[in-house]
């Protein structure tokens, strides 16, 4: 059939290497969950009453798992594009790695604007404070209790899922799946322990600056934990699902790469907030 | 006119900047911790004393006496 010059013959090829995307009503759903869980958030942080009564934490709510479930319907055609479609050349995956890496990189702009305030306040702290950091009064955490022990987990999940990529570029699948089910076993457990530090720390985020900065970088860095457990999570499942090639595996590669820029984020955090800042 | 002598606090070189609230504060605390050691009316501590009565705003002072008063005052004394 794919052998005569005729018009339907014709339609079977494309004569250049890109992805041009069908229509999809994902990234509109997605912009306006992202609507209504900002401009939810927004009326909580600042007690307007709302529509649903109450706190307006629901609404709050209805928007995160709204944009939640936009996030994955939007991946999973992704998935289905580049997996079962063949719609993924080789110069569409190199599209997508520069994508990654470009969000990768808006991240840790986010994140210097963090360690930015935290050394605005940090670094000549005010009479208020009792010209000294840690404050006066702040009864800091030992950095080489749990904190170590988090480092020590991330450095460890950073080996073993480098393990996991290059067990699935030999074609070994044992090795890839115990690798990557050990860098969760890793990422959870570290949760696990910040979890246990948030609930035993001396100081809450109203204690002053340094409760504002302590918990602002070490909470929005624990968001990124999850979401980058999450993003090896799935691409774990893929694996089961023979979804990945010894030579094409983006999702899982996209994943690694956020996980490193998390472990790094925390070996800052550990040297600033936790060592320098005690 | 008689010869009236004015001076103030010297100026400290870890304090370069425009802004001496840091050295105000400093002579606040070096003071009272130099009445801490050496008893309330040692003269040695009215040199520290007349530093920061220059230095600081008088609503700074009453301030920082009312915390030390309540056991709140910031400071290393």
């Known amino acids: ?278 | 006119m008689a010869d009236v002598e004015l001076k103030t606090a010297p100026a400290d070189f870890r304090f370069p900047t425009t802004n001496q609230t840091r050295h105000c504060f400093t002579r606040y605390v070096e003071f009272h911790k130099c009445v801490n050691a050496k008893g309330e009316e040692s003269d040695d501590c009215m040199k520290f004393a007349k530093y920061y009565r220059s230095l600081c705003p008088g609503e700074w002072v009453e301030k920082w006496n009312e915390q030390r008063e309540n056991g709140t005052f910031p400071g290393p004394l």
């Open chain 1, 1 to 278: 059939m794919n052998t005569k010059n005729t018009t339907l013959s014709r339609t079977q090829f494309q004569f250049q290497p890109f992805h041009l995307v069908t229509p999809s009503p994902w990234p509109l759903l997605t912009s306006f969950a992202l609507l209504i869980l900002t401009s939810a958030a927004v009326m909580y942080f600042n007690g307007y009453a709302n529509p649903l009564g109450g706190s307006g934490a629901l609404l709050v709510g209805i928007g995160l798992a709204t944009t939640v479930a936009a996030m994955a319907l939007w991946f999973r055609d992704v998935v289905a594009e580049g997996t079962f479609l063949g719609d993924h050349t080789i110069l569409v995956q190199k599209g997508i790695t520069m994508g990654v890496a470009l969000f990768i990189i808006s991240e840790v702009f986010f994140f210097i604007s963090v360690f930015w305030a935290f050394f605005h306040s940090s670094l000549s702290p005010t009479v208020e404070l009792g010209a000294q950091w840690p404050p006066v009064g702040i009864a800091t955490i030992n950095p080489f209790e749990l904190p170590l022990l988090n480092t020590i987990l991330l450095l460890s999940s950073g080996a073993t899922v480098t393990y996991a990529h290059h067990s699935v570029i030999e074609g070994n699948r044992r090795g890839a799946i115990l690798g990557t089910l050990m860098t969760l076993v890793f990422a959870i457990l570290f949760t696990i322990c910040q979890g246990i530090e948030y609930v035993n720390a001396g100081f809450t985020i109203a204690d002053g600056v340094f409760g504002s900065t302590f918990f602002f970088s070490t909470g929005f860095h624990g968001i990124h934990v999850i979401i980058g457990t999450a993003f090896i999570a799935v691409a774990f499942f893929r694996m089961l699902s023979y979804h990945l090639t010894d030579h094409h595996h983006l999702g899982f590669e996209a994943s690694i790469l956020y996980w490193h820029f998390v472990d790094v984020v925390w070996l800052f955090l550990f040297i600033t907030v936790y060592w320098w800042g005690s």
